[in-house]
C-alpha cells in the first residue's frame, strides 16, 4: 500500500489504487477549486482531504475510491462552502467542520449501503449556517446519515435529503435536537425509507425441458441373433429310390 500526500498547486489530482491519497490545503483560497479523484483507479484508495483556512477548498470537488474512505476536514469561514463530494460508491464518508457557512451550498451524495451495515455517511459540524442550502443525497435516508451540528442553529436556507435508488424523492429537514432530524412532512417517503431486500427465491419446479429426451440405449444381448443364412438348398443328387420289395430282376428272393 502506498500513501501521498500533496499540496495543491492547481489542476486536478489523480489518486493511485491501494492506499492512501492526502491532499493538504494551508491557508486562505489554498484550494480553491481543486478536484481530488479516486473515482477511475482500481479502488481501495483512501482519501483525505484537510482545509484549514477561509475558503480554503471552496468550490472544490471530491470523488471517492471504490471500497475506500473519505475523510474530510474543515476548518475557517466557508472553508469547504460549495463543494461537490460523491463518494457512492466509497465505503464511507467522514465529515468535519468547524466554521461559518463551513460546507453550505454543497452537494453531498453519501455511500450506497446495500448491505444493511453501520451509517456510513457522517457529518459533524459546529458554526452557523454551517450547511445551509445543502443537498445530501443518501439512498436510505436517515438510515444511513448521521448528521450532528452540535448546537440547535438556525439555518438560513434548509437543509434538503434526497433518498430512493435514483434520489426520486426529497424533503426538507427540520432539526428536532443537535443530532436529530425529520423530514419536514413526517409522511414523506424519506422519512422512514429503507431499500427493500430481495425476496426469497422461490423453489418451483423446473419447467419441462425442451430438449427431447435421449434415444433408448441399444444394449446388445450375447444372445446370437437368427442366422440370415437360409437352409441348406436341396441336394442337386436324389434320393434314393425306395426298395422294391419284389422279386428281383434277377430272380432272386429277397426273405
Avoid at 445530501?136 to 434538503?160: A, K
Avoid at 436341396?234 to 422294391?244: G, K
Amino acid at each position: 500500500r502506498h500513501s501521498h500526500t500533496h499540496q495543491f498547486s492547481k489542476g486536478e489530482i489523480h489518486c493511485g489504487s491501494h492506499g492512501k491519497c492526502e491532499l493538504i490545503c494551508n491557508g486562505q483560497s489554498s484550494c480553491i477549486n481543486a478536484i481530488i479523484s479516486g473515482h477511475n483507479n482500481h479502488g481501495y484508495t483512501n482519501i483525505s482531504v484537510t482545509a484549514d483556512g477561509e475558503n480554503a477548498f471552496k468550490g472544490g470537488e471530491i470523488f471517492g475510491s471504490m471500497y475506500g474512505n473519505v475523510d474530510i476536514g474543515c476548518s475557517g469561514a466557508s472553508a469547504c462552502k460549495n463543494t461537490m463530494i460523491k463518494t457512492v460508491i466509497s465505503t464511507e464518508l467522514m465529515i468535519i467542520g468547524n466554521g461559518t457557512e463551513i460546507i453550505s451550498e454543497s452537494n453531498i451524495y453519501c455511500p450506497n449501503n446495500f448491505e444493511n451495515k453501520d451509517i456510513t455517511c457522517n457529518i459533524i459540524l459546529n458554526g452557523d449556517d454551517s450547511i445551509s442550502n445543502t443537498n445530501i443525497y443518501v439512498v436510505e435516508g436517515f438510515y444511513d446519515l448521521y448528521l450532528d451540528l452540535g448546537d440547535m442553529i438556525t439555518l438560513s436556507s434548509p437543509v434538503m435529503l434526497y433518498c430512493m435508488n435514483n434520489y426520486e424523492n426529497q424533503c426538507p429537514l427540520n432539526q428536532i435536537s443537535s443530532d436529530v432530524w425529520e423530514c419536514n412532512d413526517v409522511s414523506s417517503i424519506c422519512q422512514n425509507y429503507k431499500y427493500p431486500t430481495m425476496a426469497p427465491t422461490n423453489m418451483t419446479t423446473l419447467p419441462p425441458t425442451l430438449m427431447p429426451t435421449s434415444p433408448p440405449t441399444i444394449v446388445y444381448t450375447t444372445t446370437e441373433s437368427p442366422t440370415m443364412l437360409p437352409t441348406n438348398a436341396p441336394t442337386s443328387v436324389p434320393t434314393r429310390s425306395p426298395l422294391v420289395l419284389a422279386n428281383s430282376t434277377y430272380g432272386a428272393d429277397i426273405d
